[in-house]
């Protein structure tokens, strides 16, 4: 959190405008203090995110960073307060910012037009006191969650299915969304809000828990250890109808490949009465310099294209473009086929990247798929599937 500045100035008009947050104990000048010099990145301004934004903004947060890459459809409008009829067709980020500065003209917001990862400069989020999950896949959040783990950023979970919801708040100390989901669903399993349904209210409940311990996380005094208040995670269960709201306990995952992803192979097993969508783990240029100078040496695998790969390539990779590695693996799966390169992917961690990212996140998908299912018939299938973020631009600028 940025160092609390006793000199902050509130002026008498924003003093008029926060006057009743302003008598509050738990909040207070100090506290409004700390809101103003705070930043928070909102992943996603769809149902949940709405409902957070307005939130945030309209407590004072001083700066907001929004993502999202969706236009606002009129199938929005039932749950997505912000947005009107006269908005349909426009980017959620522009409309969102528009209205949230007339809610807080105090409020400092920028917008990213985009999901959070394809452009994941990561520098973008090193001044971010805590990012908000307000997305509605499980492929997003499970970005989110390798993003903060890898640059030990907290995060506020949130998700809505039907009339149900959950919130957690994920420290950098505490456990992690994949302690919580080790495996995530495909969405054949847990459907998402545009297949199952759901009541504008619901997501606006959730929503006001996620805010409300966003605000609270916010409002901490800033701990001189933060370990020592990170090690216990608590999940709120939440019932719309009827109303409950259960309280569960979780501690890191002994197997969470997140949390624990410097020790040795992955011990959880894939259960395989579920459907699993495969997914890769996002890393960055720096962290893969620093694994690899402590003896990590994953199969990297170029899957970029030749014309690409003759401008230059990381040091003892193998050049596989994705559609002939799709092709093998296909062929390997299928009818036993021989493939010594795929042996050796079988029982190691594989380091996929492309140009920028997004053919790496297809090309790492397939791999972690095809070893999940050799997994079935046999021992092997071992190993990590990780994809370079950034890609080879992002290394390229890292080596320089
Ligand atoms: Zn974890």
Redesign the pocket.
């Known amino acids: 959190m940025s160092p609390l500045r006793d000199e902050l100035l509130i002026s008498p008009l924003e003093r008029q405008r926060f006057d009743r947050q302003l008598r509050l104990n738990t909040c207070g000048e100090v506290g409004y203090s700390r809101l103003k010099t705070s930043t928070v990145a909102v992943i996603g301004a769809g149902g949940l995110g709405c409902t957070v934004l307005t939130a945030l903004a309209s407590t004072g947060v001083g700066r907001l960073l929004i993502f999202d890459f969706d236009r606002v459809s009129l199938s929005n409008l039932h749950r997505q307060p912000l947005y009107r009829d006269q908005d349909i067709g426009f980017a959620k980020v522009e409309v969102a910012a528009r209205e949230l500065s007339t809610i807080n003209p105090y409020c400092h917001i920028e917008i990213y037009d985009r999901p959070l990862r394809r452009y994941a400069d990561l520098s973008t989020l090193t001044d971010v006191d805590l990012i908000l999950d307000c997305t509605d896949r499980f492929s997003a959040r499970s970005n989110i969650?390798a993003i903060c783990?890898e640059i030990s950023l907290p995060y506020c979970y949130a998700s809505v299915s039907g009339t149900d919801g959950q919130v957690a708040l994920f420290r950098p100390y505490g456990?992690?969304?994949?302690?919580l989901f080790p495996h995530f669903p495909s969405g054949g399993v847990i459907q998402s809000c545009d297949q199952g349904g759901v009541l504008g209210v619901t997501a606006q409940m959730v929503g006001a828990i996620q805010a409300q311990i966003a605000i609270d996380y916010l409002l901490e005094k800033p701990s001189a250890n933060p370990q020592t208040k990170a090690q216990r995670t608590t999940l709120h269960v939440i019932s719309t109808s009827p109303f409950s709201v259960q309280q569960l306990q979780m501690n890191?995952?002994r197997d969470?490949?997140?949390?624990?992803h410097e020790g040795s192979h992955v011990t959880s097993k894939v259960d395989h009465n579920q459907t699993i969508e495969p997914f890769p783990i996002p890393i960055s240029a720096q962290r893969v310099m620093e694994r690899m100078k402590s003896g990590w040496s994953p199969l990297i695998i170029d899957v970029r294209t030749e014309h690409e790969r003759a401008q230059g390539a990381i040091d003892r990779s193998i050049h596989l473009p994705i559609e002939s590695l799709q092709e093998r693996l296909h062929r390997a799966h299928k009818s036993a086929f021989n493939d010594s390169t795929l042996n050796d992917l079988s029982d190691s961690d594989a380091l996929v990247y492309c140009q920028r990212g997004p053919r790496a996140e297809r090309a790492a998908r397939a791999i972690q798929q095809y070893k999940a299912e050799i997994k079935t018939s046999t021992v092997r299938g071992n190993g990590e599937v990780y994809e370079l973020v950034g890609g080879y631009c992002g290394w390229r600028d890292i080596i320089k």
Do not use: F
């Open positions: 969650a783990r456990a992690c969304l994949r302690c890191r995952a969470c490949h997140l949390c624990h």
